[in-house]
């Protein structure tokens, strides 16, 4: 019998757990996603049904800019969220259309929250947000050079207040109190990596 190590490196192979796919059926169809069962198959030839969440893809929008005094900022939206029944701060995101483009989705949801315009905008990555069972991506947006254009055009549920914070503050508190919003996380992840290569996007400069 092999023993197990897991101390074992990483070989790179995959391949013996790759499980099959079989017959999938729509059981469940709903306004924001469906649910569906999906017959698969191992490698060692275990067979089980299993459940996957049907959703569109979503964006995340971090509208990152300098204060007058030197301070990197971002723009976040607070707003009550009903599968917490709590009200989280967040970056502006929504979901893509059929045959939205997720840039073009990124910059709808921008203004639409926000009423902001950006110079720049560069994709951090994107990730499937809970692989367990979800079937969608993740859009991950840096936007910058923002500025103030029209009103916000909310959603008929839609309800937002929106505000300036300081990127040390978000760092700081992302994943505690109202900061409770795991894509959030994901977001400010690849913003840190980006910092990585970038650290003016989390230095003050001071006003000359």
Known sequence: MHM???FNEDSGD????MWKSGMRERVFKGPIF???????????????????VDCPNWVTVLPWYRSEDGRPMFVMVDQFRH?????TR?????????DEDPTLAALRELIEE???EAQKTSLLGNVNPNSAFMN??????????????????LDANEQLDVFSIPVEEVIASMGTGFYDNGIMMMA???FLREAQKRPELVTTIQPK
């Open 83 to 87: 599968g917490s029944s709590t009200v």
């Open 34 to 52: 469906d649910i569906c069962t999906v017959m698969r198959t191992s490698t060692d030839g275990r067979s089980s049904t299993f459940i996957e």
């Open 4 to 6: 197990f190590n897991p």
């Open 114 to 116: 926000t009423g902001l």
């Open 188 to 190: 400010l992840g690849f």
């Open 14 to 17: 995959m391949s013996h757990l």
């Open 136 to 153: 969608n991506r993740s859009n991950f947006y840096l936007v910058e050079g923002v500025r103030h254009v029209t009103s916000q055009n």
């Open 90 to 98: 967040e970056f502006p995101a929504g979901v893509v259309e059929k």
